[in-house]
């Protein structure tokens, strides 16, 4: 599971869900790329931190793997850090190598955009593969972005070369509210990792802060017309253009996952 901050991850949705499944698979250290090649300290400085015991010290941009393992006994390796400024190429060519000596041979990478959604309503999650192949094999639609792109699309492409099968999830978060957290969106991208891994995986209190983010932008809105207006006009051409999404396999499938989530 790969995830990165800065251009991929408005709201900071995805870097927020790698993190929490650091914390739900207990995942351990195992290696790190120094930063020192790859990034402008300019752009992403290093952060001052003061210990329990009044030491300070100096924490420098780095990209981490760690190792962790899934509730039903499987090992999750994670990718975690900040988008390189520099030398993606050679980035990328380290990323592949750490995860081809783990041994990785499904790759999920998490990424968030700013996009025309209402807040109100489910945060869209899309889900793309990597290469024909692996669309075909798990009867998934390859992406038709054409564009600029970030280091997402970028190592999902290097990985792609490897014979890795990768898939990109890209969860759309409000713009009118990209300030992060939004831990809606968060949601959003643990549970289609958990429908992905088909492992339960615990929630946490992010239900409950994601009904708190949405009051509060309730209240936003309520303030200023103009942005009510907005919102209703996101609300009226989502509920227009989306087909329902609450089948009797749907809402199935939701269940069976809260049980497996009780159960564990």
């Not at 090649?37 to 981490?64: C, E, H, K, M």
């Not at 039903?72 to 390189?84: I, K, S, T």
């Not at 490897?162 to 949601?187: E, Q, R």
Request: glycine residues 8%; hydrophobic residues 40%; aromatic residues 8%.
């Amino acid at each position: 599971m790969i995830a990165f901050q800065g251009w991929n991850d408005a709201g900071n949705a995805a870097s927020d869900t790698a993190h929490r499944l650091a914390g739900l698979t207990d995942a351990k250290l195992g290696y790190e790329i120094d930063g020192e090649d790859f990034y402008d300290f300019q752009v992403n400085r290093p952060q001052v931190q003061t210990g329990d015991n009044g030491a300070r010290s100096l924490i420098w941009p780095a990209t981490q793997v760690k190792a962790g393992r899934l509730s039903n006994g499987r090992d999750l390796v994670l990718v975690e850090g900040y988008e390189p400024n520099m030398r993606w190429r050679q980035f990328c060519s380290l990323v592949t190598s750490a995860l081809d000596s783990a041994g990785v041979t499904r790759a999920y990478l998490l990424g968030a955009l700013l996009a025309d959604t209402p807040h109100t309503r489910p945060i869209p999650v899309s889900q793309t593969a990597g290469d024909p192949d692996t669309a075909e094999r798990l009867g998934l639609e390859m992406s038709t972005y054409e564009g600029p792109t970030g280091i997402v699309g970028v190592l999902g492409d290097a990985l792609s070369r490897t014979g890795t099968d990768v898939i990109t999830f890209w969860a759309a978060v409000p713009h009118y509210v990209s300030a992060p957290p939004c831990p809606k969106a968060t949601l959003a991208l643990l549970s289609k990792l958990e429908s992905a891994l088909d492992v339960p995986l615990d929630h946490g209190d992010l239900a409950e802060l994601a009904r708190a983010w949405e009051r509060g932008v309730d209240e936003l809105a309520e303030r200023d017309d103009e942005v009510a207006e907005y919102v209703r006009t996101l609300e009226q051409q989502r509920d227009e253009t989306e087909l329902p999404e609450a089948s009797g396999e749907a809402i199935a499938a939701e269940f069976e996952r809260y049980l497996r989530r009780r159960e564990s």
